[in-house]
């Protein structure tokens, strides 16, 4: 079946420093979406990337979805307390999608 | 808009004890899963619904747990008899069809003692 590894499992970050999750997934993949969930929240979705090799940014955020649509990253620059919380990549194989397990990012001021 | 609602927010029962949970989705949202979320992890499908009919149920503990999404709309979770394992959140999503932007609820955060 599919496997979805996503590193690391936690970082720490002093506030202007910048951080970066990456997820990988055996097969190739047909989307992937990015979540963001708050302590204490649900997640919520951030972005959605289909092509290979895309790059979308949002802000102090980038997106990164691999030429052979088997990995993506996320980066964020400089950054800020408001983005404490955990990033999950959802990987998607047309009708199946899987979680992975998180970074947990702790900014601090 | 509203969003995707559920309830109980929040359940304390006694293990071997029966619970339900309920999730309206999104207005229009075809598509319904129900997650279970464990700890420090990512969200691990328990059922997806395309309309009324459950597609991929092929995560969820069928000697215990069971849904229903009558009529394509609201759906309930159940577990019987609840176990001290199945402690976690429970989290119901909706989109508009599948392989599109999930949208969350608040979850249900079940302790089972």
């Known amino acids: 079946g599919q496997q979805v590894m996503q590193i690391p499992q936690y970082q720490h970050v002093q506030e202007g420093e910048d951080f970066t999750t990456y997820c990988n997934s055996s097969t190739t993949l047909s989307n992937i979406q990015w979540y963001k969930q708050r302590p204490g929240g649900h997640p919520v979705f951030l972005i959605q990337?289909?092509?290979?090799?895309e790059v979308k940014k949002q802000k102090r955020l980038t997106f990164q979805f691999g030429e052979a649509k088997k990995n993506s990253s996320l980066h964020i620059t400089a950054t800020q307390t408001t983005d404490v919380g955990t990033y999950f990549c959802r990987m998607g194989n047309f009708n199946k999608f899987y979680f992975g397990s998180g970074t947990k990012l702790n900014v601090k001021p | 808009e509203a969003g995707v609602v559920q309830s109980p927010r929040y359940k304390i029962i006694e293990k071997k004890q029966p619970v339900a949970f309920w999730c309206n989705p999104i207005?229009?949202?075809?598509?319904l899963y129900w997650y279970l979320q464990n700890l420090g992890q990512g969200p691990e499908l328990l059922i997806r619904?395309?309309?009324?009919?459950?597609?991929?149920d092929s995560q969820l503990p069928k000697d215990r747990f069971s849904a229903e999404r009558l009529k394509g709309v609201d759906s309930t979770l159940k577990i019987q008899p609840a176990e001290l394992g199945d402690s976690a959140v429970y989290l119901c999503?909706?989109?508009?069809?599948?392989?599109?932007?999930?949208?969350f609820g608040p979850g249900t955060r079940l302790l089972v003692l």
């Open positions: 999503a909706s989109s508009t069809e599948v392989g599109e932007t999930q949208y």
């Open positions: 619904y395309e309309n009324e009919e459950a597609v991929d």
């Open positions: 207005s229009g949202h075809n598509t």
């Open positions: 990337l289909v092509k290979s090799g």
